[in-house]
């Protein structure tokens, strides 16, 4: 039987805030709730605030994991008003304003009277789950190891292969595809490439790396369409300079061990053609957390396709304004999905709060900033768009730089992200190329793990 407890709160009558989620918009809400005359309650599923924009290069073996994660207690160790729990929420109950949360069997029950939910998105298959197995996402930690240890171990592997004299196998597993030819698919492809081109290029005897066949696929027009024309043409042109054989047109129908199998849209037979390769990355597609779709029921709110609430303009639960929704869990004004909505919605509505407990007048509605989207293509190369610019090159490569160093929360974090970068950019070396056959595993086991506990239905 799970264990049921009820987290200490203050004696003192403070008005009592509950985050869900430690990504940008929940810290950052947080943290502007520094001084407030508030009791915080913070509960994420994970110990640490990870920077999804680097995750692709904990992947590919520039960075570590803790140098873009770093641990959310460190973070908020200063700030007294705050509490942190570790615990996956399994309900929320605006009626009671109460949120339940588990960790290892041991349920927690957190009463508030400010509910702030920013428990993010993750990967979305489009209703084909199944391809999970075989082509893991890229939105946590876990994903960035078990890719890092599978895109690494292809090419051990591989090596394997060539000594056995098996070549067909060698160049099947030197064979990557990347689904989605967004930002996280353009990086990935991009430094899968770069990976074999110059880090692997003389590491191995019977292989030659340089020789990898990286793919990247994507059921739209063009690359990068957030961005315009002329930036995604600049990004094709500079991944197939690469090496990069970009697919586009092609949706993804099948995903197996050793392949997939895309269809060209503008093709009437809807004959599928098959793409070997073991080593393969999604990144297509967003589903919001479920948490989403179980308050927008309680609330009688909408939710979209991806399971986005559509919110009130303040971004308050339609008929709940204690309850505040941010980030990518919102539909609201056609938003995009990135880090600086979740950012401005997090201060957002801590001032809010503020205001309320103050007696000022709140801002009826959220204004978002658009402050540009950025994406690396390959060293000194990305594509910027900042208001009415459009550039690429080294200048959007520079100031990808110097963003992103600036969002990275905490003075290691910078020192040393700034000195892998300089080994992997200016040299060729990568110094996170550990990998380990759990890193591959471990995910599959735990599912087998979850399966094994759930309740047999009669």
Known sequence: MPQTTTPPTSTSPRHRVVIIGSGFGGLFAARSLKRADVDITLIARTTSHLFQPLLYQVATGILSEGEIAPATREIVRKQRNITTILGDVTDIDIA??????????RTAV?????????????????????????????KDIDDALELRGLILGSFEQAELAAIRGDKQEAARLMSFVVVGAGPTGVEMAGQIAELSKRTLKSDFRHIDPTMAQVTLVDAAPQVLPAFGDRLGEIAQRRLEKMGVDVQLGAKVVDVDATGIEVQDVNDPSGYARRIEAV?????????????GPTVARQ????????????????????????????????ALDDLPGVAQVAIQGGKFAARQVKHRLAGKPTDPAFHYVDKGSMATVSRFSAVASVGRLRFGGFVAWMLWLVIHLFYLIGFKSRITTLLHWFISFLGRGRSERAITEQQVFAREAIERLGEAHQPHLP
């Open 299 to 330: 609330a009688g709110a909408e939710t979209d396709r991806a399971g986005r609430v559509k919110v009130d303009p303040d971004l308050t639960l339609p008929g709940y304004p204690e309850v505040f929704v941010l980030g990518d869990m919102i």
């Open 279 to 291: 080593a393969k990355v999604w990144a297509a597609g967003v589903q919001a957390s479920p948490l």
């Open 110 to 138: 957190t009463p508030y009277d400010t509910l702030i939910l920013a428990a993010g998105a993750g990967q979305s298959y489009f209703g084909n789950d199944q391809f999970a197995r075989y082509a893991p996402g890229m």
């Open 96 to 105: 009671a304003r109460t949120v339940t949360s588990d960790s290892l069997g």
